[in-house]
């Protein structure tokens, strides 16, 4: 099947709800393990809830209008700002619905206000009009060969040249090596489920940032060529996850994340590895 004529279903992966952490793997699950085993525990495993941050909730209602605004696009239907708009704002309320949110002292009507004025500066950028075909939007792919665990993604956009894209809202003009870096393994597993799903080399991933500034920014980087050493380091570390997982090795990590960290109250009691359920449980 060439890519040009691969079909990416538009599906979804709800991540904030427990299940079994061995059922499969994604880049936002190993990210997660990686950063603090602890963390995974109480977020992924238990399913302990913390209040959304602003930052968190106008991300997701952005990335809902820029889903809107690509299935208009690649299906035939309303692209208009005002449609897109409406997607988002529908969005942001679904989600104080569905949880709550600490705004931290923070306007709520201005945070409304940021994600508004960060989907005009995409609408209004040249990249709004991409002239490259769109193949899928939210498309859903699982790899269920080559790994310890099925590998499951859901990429934002994948264009002509079998490309994926991925937004991202960010707080200030991105740092792009670090970026780069920060999203490695993303990119990596996005290129192994293209290559699986298509038999073909997938063209060099982007990244499209959406800046949060008074005056919104719209930054498209092309990354390199996915590398050999890039796919052997991520299928080394789904290792380190599946063992870890599979021995119920979960323990703090101490670090700069500890400070915006939802489960520091938890954490602290945690005493060792033989408490470490009932603490959880009853947190």
């Known amino acids: 099947m060439s890519a040009q004529a691969a079909v990416f279903h538009s599906g979804s992966l709800d991540?904030?709800?427990?299940?079994?952490?061995?059922?499969?793997?994604?880049?936002?699950?190993?990210?997660s393990f990686l950063t603090c085993r602890?963390?995974?525990?109480?977020?992924?495993?238990?399913?302990l809830k913390a209040p959304a941050s602003p930052a968190l909730q106008i991300g997701k209602a952005v990335h809902a209008g820029l889903q809107h605004f690509n299935l208009a696009r690649w299906r035939?239907?309303?692209?208009?700002?005002?449609?897109?708009?409406?997607?988002?704002d529908?969005?942001?309320?679904?989600?104080?619905?569905?949880?709550?949110v600490d705004y931290e002292g923070k306007d709520r009507t201005e945070c409304i206000d940021t994600g508004q004025r960060v989907l005009d500066a995409y609408l209004?950028?040249?990249?709004?009009?991409?002239?490259?075909?769109?193949?899928?939007?939210?498309?859903y792919l699982r790899r269920e060969e080559g790994l310890p665990l099925p590998l499951v993604g859901v990429l934002d956009l994948v264009l002509e040249g079998n490309v994926p894209v991925d937004f991202k809202t960010v707080a200030s003009t991105p740092v792009l090596e670090d970026e780069a870096w920060q999203n490695e393994l993303q990119l990596t597993a996005y290129h192994l489920l293209m290559q699986d799903a298509t038999g073909e080399?997938?063209?060099?991933?982007?990244l499209v940032y959406l800046t949060k500034t008074k005056a919104p920014k719209i930054v498209k980087q092309v990354l390199p060529p996915v590398t050999?050493?890039?796919?052997?380091?991520?299928?080394?570390?789904?290792?380190?996850?599946?063992?870890?997982?599979s021995r119920e090795d979960y323990h703090p990590s101490p670090g700069m994340s500890c400070r915006w960290c939802s489960y520091r109250t938890q954490c602290a009691a945690w005493a060792g590895?033989?408490?470490?359920k009932a603490v959880g449980m009853a947190a």
């Open 76 to 88: 035939g239907g309303d692209t208009s700002p005002a449609a897109t708009l409406q997607a988002y």
């Open 90 to 100: 529908k969005a942001y309320g679904e989600l104080e619905v569905q949880g709550p």
């Open 15 to 31: 991540e904030s709800k427990p299940g079994d952490p061995l059922a499969y793997i994604s880049a936002s699950r190993l990210k």
């Open 273 to 276: 590895s033989k408490v470490r």
């Open 201 to 206: 080399e997938p063209g060099q991933g982007e």
């Open 38 to 47: 602890l963390r995974f525990f109480y977020e992924k495993v238990l399913g």
């Open 228 to 245: 050999q050493v890039q796919i052997d380091r991520l299928k080394a570390l789904i290792d380190v996850y599946a063992d870890g997982v």
């Open 124 to 139: 209004g950028s040249d990249l709004a009009s991409d002239p490259r075909r769109i193949l899928g939007v939210e498309a």
